[in-house]
């Protein structure tokens, strides 16, 4: 499970637990948590889960300005550290002796338009505004990590994920170039990552984009629906087999297993199985 949850989820009246609430109807095994600040450490004990904190070594679990976090059911193994917590760490898994990076992930929203499409650029000039503000910087910062981890997954296979806050290349294609007003955009922030080997989980086993948008971002009354929210993998010895993408709106009941909750939250999140 992929999830950003907002401010710790404290954005509602009792939102931490109604986060708990959420993760317990999904049960996943681990979670790439975002936007932790403070409340993850409560929420995995409640939940029985294992903790990691994505922050140098000795920094209290409690700690309010941490953004990152995973959350697992299983052993955890080494630390992945590296010098950007804040938008990338990892830790190793163990299941039944053998090992599994897992990797949780923010970029910056910057640069950022409701709708792209409507800025008056052609596809190449929209990548060249891609690289103008924070996010590019950041993903020029962790890539050498993410290259060193990819290039390893025939031993260690790896899993990514969390909030990009950018577009898919995979959703502005050939299959939708009427939506995105002819244009066909090849975003830098996802097309980097297949470029190293990653697998976008959710639209390889959801490959029409016009039949499952997996939307993860909206704002109501205003053209904003985007998918931004992702789990990736490498290496032979994991298969993704099934992946769904939820919806869902801050402070709006949100069904799940036919209980209504409190949604805590502005972005969706995603889940995926995988054989190992």
Not at 178 to 188: A, I, Q, R, S
């Amino acid at each position: 499970m992929a999830w950003n949850i907002l401010h710790g989820g404290n954005d509602i009246e009792n939102g931490p637990q109604h986060v708990i609430q959420i993760i317990k109807e999904i049960d996943p095994d681990v979670i790439l948590m975002v936007e932790t600040y403070g409340s993850g450490k409560m929420i995995a004990d409640s939940l029985g889960y294992n903790f990691h904190l994505i922050a140098k070594e000795g920094t209290a679990l409690d700690e309010k300005t941490v953004n990152l976090s995973i959350f697992s059911k299983f052993p955890f193994g080494e630390r992945i550290d590296t010098d950007y917590p804040f938008y990338l760490g990892g830790r190793e898994i163990i299941i039944n002796n053998q090992k599994i990076r897992v990797f949780s992930n923010w970029f910056h929203y910057l640069p950022w338009e409701d709708a792209p499409e409507e800025l008056g650029m052609t596809a190449e000039e929209l990548l060249v505004w891609e690289r103008t503000e924070t996010k590019y910087e950041m993903i020029q910062k962790v890539l050498p990590y993410l290259g060193k981890y990819s290039a390893e997954t025939d031993s260690i296979p790896m899993i990514f994920g969390g909030d990009m806050n950018s577009p898919s290349h995979l959703d502005w294609g050939e299959e939708t170039r009427e939506m995105h007003k002819g244009l066909v955009v090849p975003w830098y922030s996802t097309k980097v990552l297949e470029n190293i080997g990653l697998i976008d989980t959710y639209r390889t086993l959801n490959p029409d984009p016009l039949t499952n948008p997996g939307i993860t971002w909206d704002t109501k009354g205003q053209k904003d629906e985007h998918r931004i929210d992702y789990i990736y993998y490498k290496g032979d010895a994991l298969q993704a087999i099934e992946s769904k993408s939820y919806k869902a709106f801050l402070g709006e009941p949100f069904s799940l297993n036919g209980k209504s909750i409190a949604y805590p939250s502005d972005h969706g999140f995603v889940v995926t199985t995988f054989t190992f």
